[in-house]
């Protein structure tokens, strides 16, 4: 069973084979799937699956903590599994392709105290750009 589908059953989270398809979906360590692929590959398992109900299911996911909503210069937004292991993302110019990346150091440490201006820094978010083999 995939570490969402445990997350979720351990939460109580009502599992339909709707909700159970679309997690079972975004499983994997590099999973950012836009929702018209999650529909694509739900609707392969699942043929009967709405993408009506594929966006509700990832909007649920998103809003329980379980689903990282991630959204890159414009393009369609994409879904992160990853949500609980502290990562940054690596972004193809080019394809759009998204790699989990996890730098050495603490960003949060990395941002100068006379940079914060008087706020209280609780979160950072790091995005590497460049180009895939694929698109170099």
Request: aromatic share 6%; with cysteine.
């Amino acid at each position: 069973m995939s570490d969402l589908l445990e997350r979720l059953r351990g939460r109580g989270w009502r599992l339909t084979s709707q909700r159970r398809v679309v997690a079972e979906v975004l499983d994997g360590d590099h999973v950012h799937l836009t929702a018209d692929e999650v529909h694509a590959r739900a609707a392969q398992r699942l043929p009967e699956i709405s993408r009506a109900t594929v966006y509700n299911t990832l909007g649920e996911l998103v809003s329980l903590g379980e689903v990282i909503e991630v959204s890159t210069d414009g393009r369609a937004k994409r879904y992160d599994p990853n949500a609980h292991q502290p990562h940054q993302h690596l972004v193809c110019y080019g394809c759009g392709a998204i790699r989990d990346v996890h730098p050495l150091g603490n960003p949060l440490a990395d941002l100068p105290a006379d940079q914060r201006f008087g706020f209280t820094v609780s979160e950072a978010e790091v995005t590497y750009r460049g180009l895939c083999p694929s698109c170099s």
